[in-house]
């Protein structure tokens, strides 16, 4: 018997595939629709999923099935020109898909063949968001600022606080939270002065002021700004009402508001999944089980973060791996499991200094020192306590230090070096530690 395949699966030429698959993915999101929505009649979510993340490669007639559902013409998917206008709209399909280091590859090349300023100031803007979402807020910081000026001096007063915004977020990353939090200011300023712009940005904006002043320890200003986002999240679409959820839910776990932390969180990640945003939906799974962890709920925070884990390891996105490691170590640390939590929060700090995420460096650090006092390892504590202190005292938050410093004066005192921490309790309470 002959068996006659509708769809063929193919190994090879996976680069065009990925391509393929990620405009699918991109045209689907922009027209609204679920996996499940553009296979029926036809074929199956599990294959249109397989398409998008490059899996697969479909056929032509496929191809035109997929494209006639989602109002597009075929070759849409598969030309490719030399025109500049068409390299930017492929910049701006990844950018969109999520693709962002091709995305920002992309932009760095167009940056370099821009023909006038107003382009490259697009440009500029694109590469910023790609390099911030890519976690590189340094490298973000030149195009982000060169985007904003050029866009102001071309009167696009809108477009100029869309990148204003970018150079705030890479501030933000680079750990320059002072400048960061004067430009959030000062485009909220010019919004509510006038400028007119999408419910959208000025949500980001005030959502981008939170994240802020939760950094500097200021958790009830944070919750500010994001009441008065509030009214706001209606008219989102329900990605951007997701991310407005989880922003919420990080401002209450911060302010100590825990069971607002998991009502908020809970809902961002129904509607992320909604959306099948994977990235976005590990990222609050990690969140929401830090929420859980808070209230003693450990096997509720181990199925998120095991869920978080999977997708950060599917996506290939070691940055945030280093922060989920760390989860996991907490939840060992809190079942009483001490050397299991520290190879976890060691493996974590690997990671997170491969990646170059200090934050969860931070964490991690602070993690061992925890798992070793709990094993009654004093000295490693100690040891563990200094890294900690030092990346704060470098890089901040500074509002974070005073608990990091508390806890290892507390280890002092019980080895019966009580000049030692009687230094890091005047340090830990503001005044010089000499």
Known sequence: MTVVNRRRYVADDRPLAKSIGER???????????????????????????????????????????????????????????????????????????????????????????????????????????????????????PATEAAELLDLAGRSTDAILAGYWRAYALYLAENSAEARSIVRTLLDRVRGGIDVEPDLQMRLLTAAAYIESWEGNHQAAVTYLEEARGMSPDLDD?????????????????????????????SLA???????????ALVANNLANAYLAIGSLSRASELVAEARREHEELGDDRELATLLDTEARIRLASGDFAKAMELATRAVEVANASDNRKA??????????????????????????????????????????????????????????????????????RSPT
């Not at 919420?248 to 809902?267: H, K, N």
């Open 361 to 430: 460096t931070t964490d991690a650090y602070l993690t061992m020192a925890r798992s070793a006092v709990g094993a009654e390892h004093a000295d490693e504590a100690i040891e563990h306590y200094a890294h900690a202190a030092t990346l704060l005292r470098e890089h901040g938050p500074h509002g974070r230090l005073g608990e990091v410093l508390a806890e290892w004066a507390d280890v002092l005192a019980a080895k019966g070096d009580h000049a030692g921490a009687y230094k890091l309790t005047r340090e830990a309470l503001g």
């Open 271 to 281: 509607l992320y999944r909604s959306a099948q945003a994977e990235h976005e939906m």
């Open 239 to 267: 990605r951007r009402r997701a991310a407005f959820l989880s922003a919420l839910a990080s401002a209450y776990y911060d302010y100590g508001d825990i069971e607002g932390a998991v009502r908020a969180g809970t809902q």
């Open 24 to 142: 699918i993915r991109t045209a689907r999101l922009q027209a609204g629709l679920t996996q499940q929505q553009v296979a029926e009649g036809r074929y199956t979510k599990a294959y249109i999923s397989a398409l998008e993340k490059g899996h697969a490669k479909p056929s032509m007639a496929a191809l035109n099935f997929i494209s006639e559902r989602l109002g597009m013409a075929p070759a849409l998917f598969l030309t490719r020109t030399d025109d500049s206008r068409w390299s930017r709209l492929e910049a701006d399909i990844l950018l969109a898909s999520g693709n962002w280091d091709d995305a920002a590859a992309a932009y760095e090349g167009l940056a370099e063949s821009a023909r006038d300023n107003l382009s490259r100031a697009e440009v500029q803007r694109g590469l910023a968001e790609a390099l911030c979402r890519l976690g590189k807020g340094m490298d973000a910081i030149r």
